[in-house]
T-cell receptor, first 114, second 113 residues
């Protein structure tokens, strides 16, 4: 699996867009970029994933650079409830087996300021 | 939302005691997973299941066993709890086959004294 690099922490003002970067310069052609987050004392939560095209859902947008070596997760209007640790994971498509076990790195601790 | 409940949510037990944690899902998902999360180690896979009575080991399976007699229930057993098994345990299901989209339960905080 490709290694990912994320800043350890970021601040964002409430109501503004939060842009979380992730570097994955060794990503392979068949590896997807996944984002999860974990709010304090809760289970991890899936946010979004993509291969090479930009993706958007009700929670966030994912922008992947053309060379796929980096990506940005965008929370368009951050709220206090978005304060969490955000994890960027690069993995091939799942088979449903143990290979789909998720391993989180240290992630980015995003703090939304009132 | 994939409904997952975990029980108990908190447990304190003594070294050498057997402990069983339960994960219950209501979405009929085929794949289920048990993880533990510790400071400095992140999230690590203990065991997973790919169907009723079909289970396999993950990264940190020593000291743990699992069973899945029904689609909706995945049990994690610590045969003889040790202090090193003090952790937060999360259950998860695979929401979409062929992806890494997993839905996690609320977790069980286990303390072994």
């Amino acid at each position: 699996d490709a290694k990912t690099t994320q800043p350890p922490s970021m601040d964002c003002a409430e109501g503004r867009a939060a842009n979380l970067p992730c570097n994955h310069s060794t990503i392979s052609g068949n590896e997807y970029v996944y984002w999860y987050r974990q709010i304090h004392s809760q289970g991890p939560q899936y946010i979004i994933h993509g291969l090479k095209n930009n993706e958007t859902n009700e929670m966030a947008s994912l922008i992947i650079t053309e060379d796929r070596k980096s990506s940005t997760l965008i929370l368009p209007h951050a709220t206090l409830r978005d304060t969490a640790v955000y994890y960027c994971i690069v993995r091939v498509e799942g088979t449903g087996g143990g290979a789909d076990g998720l391993t989180f790195g240290k992630g980015t601790h995003l703090i939304i300021q009132p | 939302d994939a409904g997952i409940t975990q029980s108990p949510r908190h447990k304190v037990t003594e070294t050498g005691t057997p402990v069983t944690l339960r994960c219950h899902q209501t979405e009929n998902h085929r794949y289920m997973y048990w993880y533990r999360q510790d400071p400095g180690h992140g999230l690590r896979l203990i065991h997973y299941s790919y169907g009723v009575k079909d289970t396999d080991k993950g990264e940190v399976s020593d000291g743990y066993s699992v069973s899945r007699s029904k689609t909706e229930d995945f049990l994690l057993t610590l045969e003889s709890a040790t202090s090193s098994q003090t952790s937060v345990y999360f259950c998860a299901t695979l929401v979409k086959a062929g992806t890494m989209e997993q839905y996690f339960g609320p977790g069980t905080r286990l303390t072994v004294t």
